[in-house]
C-alpha cells in the first residue's frame, strides 16, 4: 500500500465512488472511467496512485498503462513523485538476454515521443542482431531468427503498454493471421500503403495515438517482405499464443 504522503487520509465521497466503481469494473469501464478520475484533480491521482501500487507485480495491461500514462502526464508533483521513487524505470520488466538498456526506449514511449521511439527500437533490433547489422544500421531476415525471446517481449510488452495496447510486434502479428497472412492487405490496415503507394516516411506516418491499430513500430518494406515475415513468425509470439 502506498505511504501516507502519497495517499489522502480522507476523500471526497464522490471521488471515493468513483474508487469503488473503478476498482470493480471491467476493463472497458474503467478506461471510460478514467477521465472522470482524472477531473477530480489532486483526490483522483491518489486515487490512481493506489490503485496503481496494488498492480506491481502483476502482468502489465492496458488499464495499468493507461494509468500510468496519466500518472506520468499529470501536474500533480505527488504523481510524478511517486513514479520516480517507486517506478523509476516504468512497470514493464526491461529484461535482456544480452544485457541491453531498454530504459530510453522505455522513457521515450512514456513521453509518447512515438518516432523517437521507432528510431531506437530499430537499433535496438540491430544492437541485438550484432555488430555487423549495428554498423549498416538494418538487419537481414535471417538474423531476425536469432533474436532472443526474451528482448522481442520487452520491446513489445514496452510499445503495447505505453499505446492503450495498440502497437507492438504481437498486434502486428495478430492482424497478419486474422487476415490469412495476406500482405497486401495488411499494409494498408496498418497504414503502411494507400492503394499502390507507400506511405512516405517520415511525415505520412502517423505518430500518436489516432494511428490505425498495429501502425507501429515500423520495419522498411523497401527492402522486401522476407525481414518483417521472420519478424512476425519469430517463436516469441508463438509462444503467447
Sequence with gaps: MPDSSTTSPSLPSDVIDL?????????KNQLQMLPQIIATGLPGIEVLIEWLQQQRGA??????????????????????NYLDRELPTGMVSLQSSKGIDYTTL???????????????T?????????????????IYFTEVEQLPT??????DALWS??????FGFSIQRNL???????????WVKLGWKNGNNWTRYPGSFTWNLTAPKGHLPLSNQLRGVRVM????????????S
Excluded at 540491430?126 to 549498416?136: I, Q, S, T, V, Y
Design 122 to 138: 530499430t537499433e535496438k533490433l540491430c544492437e541485438l542482431a550484432g555488430p555487423d547489422a549495428l554498423k549498416r544500421k538494418w
Design 106 to 120: 522505455q522513457k521515450l514511449l512514456a513521453q509518447q515521443k512515438f518516432e523517437a521511439a521507432d528510431k531506437l
Design 19 to 27: 474508487q469503488d466503481k473503478f476498482t470493480t469494473s471491467t476493463t
Design 150 to 155: 526474451i528482448d522481442l517481449h520487452t520491446i
Design 161 to 166: 503498454f505505453h499505446s492503450e495496447g495498440k
Design 59 to 80: 502482468k502489465p495491461t492496458t488499464v495499468t498503462g493507461s494509468v500510468y500514462q496519466a500518472l506520468y502526464q499529470s501536474e500533480f508533483s505527488a504523481a510524478r
Design 176 to 186: 497478419w493471421v486474422g487476415m490469412g497472412k495476406n500482405w497486401d492487405k495488411l
Design 229 to 240: 515475415s521472420s519478424l512476425l513468425s519469430h517463436p516469441a509470439w508463438e509462444e503467447e
